[in-house]
């Protein structure tokens, strides 16, 4: 997992990306595979009255987590396999939040069903991905950076894995320098 500075280089307004990715003050959010909490904290501040659910699979990320929403009391934390998610979340969530970690996932389809299985009929599940270029075109602090060239995945291609587990795009989102969210409503 990079460090904080290398995600503030790369993002440096998680808050921004939080709110054009279209979630909503009083939400109920998952972010899955929310790692160090980076953009858990932004949904968080976004959210006000709202909760999010910090779920991961990696006790010591959630650590991490957790101490980077400190003094936010909108934020519950679940240490879990996101292929589980329909046995982790106990009740429908308004949206699902998945930042970096889609290109990983060997059955997407799959991993979008169980997402589909936990949201509320109008509910959304966003994607932020790295865009379909090489490793070498995309550096952060000097380095390159982000999965193998190989792992990373269109949009259209997420769309395609994405739409047959019950989605509809509704839209994309371009977000500068190396990555798309793709926003997808239960159809």
């Not at 795009?169 to 409503?185: D, M, R, S, T, W």
Request: proline share 7%.
């Amino acid at each position: 997992m990079p460090d904080k500075n290398w995600w503030h280089a790369l993002w440096p307004d998680p808050d921004g990306i939080v709110r054009d990715l279209c979630v909503e003050s009083g939400m109920t959010v998952v972010d899955l595979g929310c790692g160090d909490g980076y953009f858990t904290a932004a949904i968080a501040r976004r959210l006000g009255p709202g909760r999010v659910i910090g779920v991961d699979l990696d006790p010591a990320m959630l650590e991490q987590a957790k101490g980077a929403c400190d003094g936010m009391s909108n934020c519950d934390w679940l240490l879990g396999d996101a292929m589980d998610l329909s046995r982790l979340i106990a009740s429908p969530v308004d949206y699902v939040w998945m930042a970096n970690t889609f290109h990983g996932v060997p059955d997407k389809t799959a991993l979008a069903k169980e997402i589909a299985a936990i949201l509320l009929p109008a509910g959304r599940f966003a994607i932020v991905n790295w865009c379909r270029i090489t490793r070498e075109e995309t550096p952060v602090l000097g380095l390159p950076r982000g999965p193998r060239t190989e792992l990373r995945i269109s949009a259209e291609d997420t769309r395609a894995v994405v739409e047959p587990a019950g989605f509809q795009l509704e839209g994309l989102v371009n977000l500068p320098p190396y990555h798309y969210g793709a926003i997808f409503k239960k159809a």
